[in-house]
């Protein structure tokens, strides 16, 4: 499992409402900062806090564990809890 190519995957399948919302972020005026990215399990607004470097709150939906299925292994080393 390759992040880049994970990456790489969602961009090249996004719908054209991602890159809208993405040319709306570029335009926001840059006085407007963060204090912290508060997320429910959408990946844009996670990457998002990682490229501005804000703390991370998830409130994700705790049943898609219970309920997704990966075709793939995953690797020991993203199962870890850092």
Avoid: H, W
């Avoid at 709306?24 to 844009?44: C, H, T, V």
Wanted: aromatic share 14%; with cysteine.
């Amino acid at each position: 499992m390759s992040k880049f190519k994970t990456l790489n995957s969602i961009l090249k399948n996004s719908s054209s409402e991602f890159y809208k919302n993405f040319k709306k972020y570029a335009k926001l005026d840059k006085q407007f900062k963060l204090d912290i990215g508060i997320l429910d399990f959408e990946s844009f607004s996670y990457y998002f806090a990682k490229m501005n470097k804000l703390p991370i709150f998830s409130i994700d939906n705790m049943q898609v564990i219970d309920r997704c299925k990966l075709d793939i292994q995953v690797p020991l080393i993203e199962k870890q809890i850092i």
